[in-house]
């Protein structure tokens, strides 16, 4: 399966805007966060996000399709925040679509500077 980078932002942003992820364990699926994709792609890109360390939860039983979720990481958030304008991830995926830069630390990389590009329009040297 291939890893859907706007899914796995969808997935973030629904978890942190969530107040019942608080460090508490919580069955989840994409239904009830109201995503729109399959319990497997569903489940998939979980794993793959609680591997990125952006997740907790227990994901053992990911192909049963039960993703049990506590909380978004700092990592999480840290990644989150920088991907959160919807500006910056329009930049950062197209620039990413242009270099062929697919993998997270590359997203987080184009993000990264597309924000440092955004502050020195603005009159704010980094």
Same mark, same amino acid.
């Given at each position: 399966? /291939?890893?859907?980078?706007?899914? %796995? ?13 608080? $460090?508490?364990?919580? $069955? ?6 109201? !995503? ?28 049963? $399709? ?16 920088? !991907? ?15 270099? $062929? ?6 997203? +987080? %990389?184009?993000?990264?500077?597309? !924000?440092?590009?955004?502050?020195? /329009?603005?009159?704010?040297? +980094?």
């Amino acid at each position: 399966m /291939e890893f859907d980078k706007d899914l %796995a932002r969808e997935i973030l942003l629904k978890v942190e805007a969530d107040p019942h992820f608080t $460090g508490s364990f919580r $069955g989840v699926s994409a239904g009830n966060l109201g !995503i729109a994709c399959s319990p497997e792609t569903f489940a998939y890109h979980c794993v793959l996000l609680h591997e990125a360390g952006f997740l907790e939860g227990n994901m053992k039983m990911a192909q049963q $399709g039960h993703i049990v979720i506590s909380r978004l990481t700092f990592k999480g958030h840290e990644f989150l925040d920088t !991907i959160r304008d919807g500006e910056i991830w329009r930049l950062t995926k197209e620039t990413a679509a242009k270099t $062929g830069a697919a993998s997270v630390q590359a997203l +987080l %990389a184009i993000a990264t500077a597309a !924000i440092k590009q955004k502050l020195a /329009e603005h009159g704010i040297p +980094l």
